[in-house]
Structure formats: structure tokens, C-alpha cells
């Protein structure tokens, strides 16, 4: 059963799983009036998700605006952002492709033990996606790759440029629909993160002063592209983003 309470929030319900590869996993979730979400300048959604799999969802209260209330720490919820990688508004289901990573967290342990019937929440849509543009540079690890998979399945036919995605190993590669005039580069992580620096040596090639012709897009652990930032100051703001999509700690064990 699903609910919506607002065109903000939805309940989803977890109607199927596919294990991609050994770390990620997608769940197809269903949920009533989906139009809201299906929109390719929104991509991203705030997902609720009920840690150690015991709260019930359908316990949310939630503010006069339809915004749930009291998700914070302690609450028994967890809010996490991922990506819609592909949604059908008429059937009324989307996909969201999680990595399963080995650190224990809400998001990825929800993803590993879900089965059909387990229910979440969902908010937003929120942005994030490219600028139009002739040449693109999309730069990111795993938890980008449902990202860069639907900009590029999504970019007009014509388009030119260079796609980096870091992964554990060859296992962990999908298959992208990408414009025949794109190259991808699969990097495999060997110890030391290189995403940085393969992303670096091809920005060079952007002219600053050509700003309508290029758009740079680039997410993954927030001290592996910092160095990154530094690289985009030449450009305007309007033709890159650059978004830390999760941080890495040292002290992983579970509190408690
Ligand atoms: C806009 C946006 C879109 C995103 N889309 C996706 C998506 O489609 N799919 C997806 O899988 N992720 C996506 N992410 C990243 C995801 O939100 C983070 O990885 C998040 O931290 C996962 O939450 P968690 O509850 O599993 O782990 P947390 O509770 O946040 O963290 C628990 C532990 O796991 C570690 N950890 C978290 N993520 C990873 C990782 N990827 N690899 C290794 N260790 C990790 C942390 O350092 C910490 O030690 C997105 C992030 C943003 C901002």
C-alpha cells in the first residue's frame, strides 16, 4: 500500500530487487502520483528510511506543509539522497541503484536486506543535474554512476566529451547508453584514489573562455574531488557543479 501526502513526500514500497553487481543493488520501488519526481532537471530525492529496518514509515507525522517531522537522530529514521536512475510515472515505479558498501549505514543496509513489500519514504525532487551543452566532462565513483548513467542515456545524440567513473574492479562496471561521440574511462581504485587526478589532466582542455560550449559535472567522496574544486575556479559557476555525495569516516563501527 502507498500513501501521498503532499506533491513533497510519497511512501514507497519496495516491489523489486536485482543485484547489478557484487556492490550495487537496484530496488524498484512503487508509489502513487510519481509525475512529481519524473523530471530530467531533478534527478535527485531525499530518501526516509527506517534504520535497523524497525521503525514503520507510515509512523511519520508530519508538519502543516507535509514535510515530515522528528527524523532527526533518534528518531529511528534516516535521511539519505540518492538518484532516481529511471522512473515510469505511468506504471508507477522508479528505480534507485544503491551502492552496497561495507561500512554499515541506513541507506545501504535498507538496499541489502530489502524485500518486496518493505516500505520507505521519498522527498524532493532535488536538482543537480547538467547545463545544456555541447561538450560534457562527468566525473564521479560509484554512488555517481546511477547519476551518470541517466545524464548520459538522456543527452541529446550529438553531444561530445569524456565520462571517469571509479569503481572497485572490472565486476563493477554497467553497461551506459551513452552519445557514440562520448569516451568512457572505467578507473579501477588500486590503493590510492585517482579520479582526481585522471579528471584534472582533461579539464586542462576546457577553455574558460568557451564557456557555452563545455558543462563539467563531478560527485563522489567529498575529500576525493576536493582537490577539484580548486581546478574549477577558472570557470563560471553556471558551467560546472561539483557536489560531495557522501564522506568518508574512519571510525565505521556502529555506536552504541
Ligand atoms: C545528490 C546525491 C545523490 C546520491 N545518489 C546516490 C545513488 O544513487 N546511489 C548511491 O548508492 N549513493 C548515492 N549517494 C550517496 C549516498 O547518499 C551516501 O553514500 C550515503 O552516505 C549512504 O548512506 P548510508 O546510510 O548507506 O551510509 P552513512 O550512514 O551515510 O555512512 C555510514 C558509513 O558508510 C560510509 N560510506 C557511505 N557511503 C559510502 C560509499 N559509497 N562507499 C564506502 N563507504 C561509504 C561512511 O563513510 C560511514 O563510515 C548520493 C548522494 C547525494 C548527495
Not at 57 to 76: E, K, N, Y
Not at 143 to 161: C, K, M, N
Not at 162 to 191: C, K, N
Request: proline share 6%; hydrophobic share 40%.
Amino acid at each position: 500500500m502507498t500513501t501521498s501526502r503532499t506533491d513533497g513526500f510519497r511512501t514507497l514500497q519496495v516491489a523489486d530487487t536485482w543485484q547489478l553487481t557484487p556492490r550495487m543493488k537496484r530496488l524498484r520501488l512503487t508509489g502513487e502520483n510519481l509525475e512529481h519526481f519524473a523530471s530530467s532537471d531533478d534527478i535527485h530525492v531525499r530518501l526516509y528510511i527506517p534504520e535497523d529496518g524497525e521503525k514503520d514509515i507510515r509512523s511519520l507525522v508530519f508538519h502543516a506543509d507535509g514535510q515530515p517531522r522528528d527524523t532527526g537522530p533518534g528518531s529511528g529514521f534516516a535521511v539519505r539522497y540518492y538518484t532516481i536512475r529511471r522512473i515510469d510515472r505511468a506504471a508507477g515505479w522508479l528505480d534507485i541503484d544503491f551502492v552496497l558498501h561495507d561500512a554499515p549505514g541506513p541507506g545501504s543496509d535498507f538496499a541489502r536486506r530489502a524485500r518486496p513489500g518493505d516500505l520507505c519514504g521519498m522527498s524532493g525532487p532535488c536538482g543537480l543535474n547538467v547545463k545544456p551543452a555541447n561538450r560534457y566532462l562527468l566525473v564521479g565513483d560509484e554512488t555517481a554512476l546511477p547519476a551518470i548513467a541517466r545524464i548520459v542515456e538522456e543527452l541529446p545524440r550529438h553531444s561530445t566529451g569524456h565520462v571517469f567513473v571509479e569503481i572497485d574492479g572490472a565486476d563493477e562496471r554497467i553497461e551506459l547508453d551513452m552519445p557514440t561521440g562520448m569516451s568512457l574511462h572505467w578507473l579501477y581504485r588500486q590503493g590510492e584514489p585517482s579520479l582526481a587526478k585522471a579528471a584534472k589532466a582533461v579539464i586542462g582542455d576546457y577553455d574558460p573562455a568557451e564557456q557555452d560550449d563545455f558543462f563539467i559535472w563531478i560527485a563522489g567522496e567529498f575529500g576525493a574531488i576536493a582537490s577539484l574544486r580548486l581546478a574549477l575556479h577558472a570557470f563560471a559557476k553556471t558551467r560546472y557543479m561539483c557536489v560531495p555525495y557522501w564522506l568518508k569516516k574512519y571510525e565505521t563501527a556502529r555506536a552504541g
